[in-house]
């Protein structure tokens, strides 16, 4: 099974930039145990939010032809809450890649005010070979990113 914390992506910018979003549902999972009086979305999945979106922006820069894993998070700041009725905005920006590799930092707001910053966000990664894998990622892309097009050179 895959859990998404994000909806949609609305903008992707490869090698640069990536915007999404999560609309927070009353009828999310996990909020009955965050808490019972005063449901909120808890920071980890506002990060897991945030560092879904970061992922796709390095597997998209990278033309789909990788497989990456998160390896290291710093630098993460918890400014607010989100709530049953809220959306969070999710956007990323690459900061640098590396060798097998990419740093990404992101911010997670509500109403424009920022939730959660995540100041570095270092990815590993490995190349795929086979066409049919390299294929199959940017399906699955197309269908969870909400249907963004991406420009043809990406795609």
Do not use: C
């Not at 990815?123 to 097009?149: K, T």
Request: proline letters at 5%; zero cysteines; hydrophobic letters at 45%.
């Amino acid at each position: 099974m895959r859990f998404l914390f994000y909806d949609r992506i609305l903008r992707m910018q490869p090698g640069h930039h990536a915007l999404g979003t999560r609309a927070v549902s009353i009828g999310d999972e996990f909020l009955p145990d965050h808490y019972p009086d005063r449901p909120l979305m808890p920071a980890s999945l506002i990060l897991e939010s945030v560092t879904q979106v970061a992922g796709w922006l390095y597997i998209v820069t990278k033309h789909f032809a990788i497989s990456t894993v998160l390896g290291l998070v710093e630098g993460v700041e918890i400014l607010g809450d989100a709530r049953p009725g809220d959306t969070l905005e999710l956007e990323v920006w690459m900061e640098y890649g590396h060798r097998d590799g990419a740093t990404i930092r992101g911010v997670a707001r509500v109403n424009g005010v920022d939730v959660l910053r995540a100041r570095r966000l270092v990815f590993a990664s490995q190349p795929l070979i086979d066409p049919a894998s390299i294929q199959e990622s940017r399906n699955l892309f197309r269908y969870l990113s909400g249907g963004l097009v991406l420009e043809q050179a990406n795609r």
